[in-house]
């Protein structure tokens, strides 16, 4: 099954463009002009991916993901222009899964949208619910579990929602309690290519987890903060019973 990734810009001729070079590559391309249109495209065309420009006619691509977000975890690049460095943290902060910013080579579009893909949970090859990245095992700690098979985190016994994205900084950090990542190692880890951008997504992505797991970076008790450095992560691993 081709893989359909629906493009969301209000400039026809950045659609064609990126079309073409999708289509190339073996996608297959839905485009919507505004935000009205690209949040019922969603809904009905069930993409693999969203590639969302920030500054819409309509809706703006914060907001956009923003009401994708109450109802969705379709992987989604945002497109920003270069100066609007606002945008994409708080872009980030609201769940977005990469950023790249204006004018842009459409390769390096293609490159990450395939760098997303193989971090996302449903197969984007055959879209048939499978994993993407399967490894067996679960990591366990006091009060905490992260199945990398079946990517999911779970604390105290309730399921824990993480982008595609935040389960891989998690488990990257978790596999070696205590290490202390910097934010470039952790960026070579998660993000599989060359990353041109803003470090400080890290700590974006890690306010989210914390959120999430409901930890306090005043007094952490799953990420710790290594100032001028970057985050470890802090419980040690239970002993495997068996």
């Known amino acids: 099954m081709e893989r359909q990734v629906l493009v969301v810009d209000d400039e026809q001729q950045i659609r064609a463009v990126l079309r073409a070079y999708l289509e190339a590559d073996g996608f297959r391309v839905t485009e919507a002009g505004n935000g009205?249109?690209?949040?019922?495209?969603?809904?009905?065309?069930?993409?693999?991916?969203?590639?969302?420009?920030?500054?819409?006619?309509?809706?703006?691509?914060?907001?956009v993901l923003r009401t994708l977000r109450q109802s969705s975890q379709v992987p989604v690049i945002l497109v920003t222009a270069r100066s609007e460095e606002v945008d994409k943290l708080v872009g980030l902060g609201v769940g977005a899964d990469d950023y790249v910013t204006k004018p842009f080579s459409p390769r390096e579009i293609v490159a990450r949208a395939k760098a997303v893909l193989r971090r996302a949970p449903r197969d984007a090859a055959t879209g048939d619910g499978s994993l993407s990245r399967t490894r067996s095992g679960v990591l366990t700690f006091?009060?905490?579990?992260?199945?990398?098979?079946?990517?999911?985190?779970?604390?105290?016994?309730?399921?824990?929602?993480?982008?595609?994205?935040?389960?891989?900084?998690?488990a990257a950090m978790a596999r070696s309690p205590g290490r202390v990542f910097s934010r470039a190692q952790l960026l070579e880890q998660v993000w599989g290519y060359d990353f041109f951008g803003d470090e400080r997504v890290v700590d974006v992505h890690v306010r989210n987890m914390r959120r999430a797991l409901g930890?306090?970076?005043?007094?952490?008790?799953?990420?710790g903060t290594v100032r001028g450095v970057g985050y470890r992560f802090l419980p040690e691993a239970e002993e495997d019973p068996r």
């Open 215 to 223: 930890d306090d970076a005043a007094d952490p008790r799953v990420i």
């Open 36 to 63: 009205t249109d690209a949040l019922r495209l969603v809904r009905s065309e069930d993409p693999v991916l969203v590639l969302l420009d920030v500054r819409l006619p309509d809706l703006d691509g914060i907001e």
């Open 142 to 170: 006091d009060g905490l579990s992260i199945d990398e098979g079946r990517r999911e985190v779970r604390r105290g016994g309730a399921a824990v929602e993480l982008s595609a994205l935040e389960f891989d900084l998690l």
